[in-house]
T-cell receptor, first 112, second 108 residues
Framework: DTGVSQNPRHKITKRGQNVTFRCDPI?????LYWYRQTLGQGPEFLTY????????KSRLLSDRFSAERPKGSFSTLEIQRTEQGDSAMYLC??????????FGPGTRLTVL | AQRVTQPEKLLSVFKGAPVELKCNYS??????LFWYVQYSRQRLQLLLR??SRESIKGFTADLNKGETSFHLKKPFAQEEDSAMYYC??????????FGKGTRLSVIA
């Protein structure tokens, strides 16, 4: 296990298109988190799962955003009808319960 | 509301000089405080957490509830310490709240 992985690493899309990102957590971790990071800011929490249940969503997560973790393993984050303001680094992290969160390398989204 | 403030965007120090990265937080309860670090072209990783009360790579941080601070310190900076440092807070089962980060540059 090489840690948390995210795909793709970079995504360029046109405004109005839909995009989907994938996160593969560390295999034994039951919690999976999504964060967004824009230039000059720290990571901002979006949502998290415990196993397959989505337990909390931030107000940052508009109706255009949806996240799933269907089998309690990998997770996907979809953004519909992308806007230029969605351009950011999307980070995934996983943990065993409340223990240390391990971060992935991130997916950088650019919306033209 | 939980908030983490890192007042310095950039901190430059000479190699061998002491380092202090400031972090202040606002939360009325009993928070858990963390320092995360991101080296160039690497992913974000945990450096230390206040409940561990340990020194990692020569860095220490003491939680001061009276001043609501969790400053990160190292007596002698090394070039390999150059990185982006983020202070973060959590309370109970709440998500991590990060500060905006401080870029540490250690000059040879």
């Amino acid at each position: 296990d090489t840690g948390v992985s995210q795909n793709p690493r970079h995504k360029i899309t046109k405004r109005g298109q839909n995009v989907t990102f994938r996160c593969d957590p560390i295999s034994e971790h039951n919690r999976l988190y999504w964060y967004r990071q824009t230039l000059g800011q720290g990571p901002e929490f979006l949502t998290y799962f415990q196993n397959e249940a989505q337990l909390e969503k931030s107000r940052l997560l508009s109706d255009r955003f949806s996240a799933e973790r269907p089998k309690g393993s990998f997770s996907t984050l979809e953004i519909q009808r992308t806007e230029q303001g969605d351009s950011a680094m999307y980070l995934c992290a996983s943990s065993w319960g409340m223990d240390t969160q391990y971060f992935g390398p991130g997916t950088r989204l650019t919306v033209l | 509301a939980q908030r983490v403030t890192q007042p310095e965007k950039l901190l430059s120090v000479f190699k061998g000089a002491p380092v202090e990265l400031k972090c202040n937080y606002s939360y009325s309860g009993s928070p858990e405080l963390f320092w995360y670090v991101q080296y160039s072209r690497q992913r974000l990783q945990l450096l230390l957490r206040h409940i561990s009360r340990e020194s990692i790579k020569g860095f220490t941080a003491d939680l001061n509830k009276g001043e609501t601070s969790f400053h990160l310190k190292k007596p002698f900076a090394q070039e390999e310490d150059s990185a982006m440092y983020y202070c973060a807070l959590r309370s109970g089962n709440t998500p991590l709240v990060f500060g905006k980060g401080t870029r540490l540059s250690v000059i040879a």
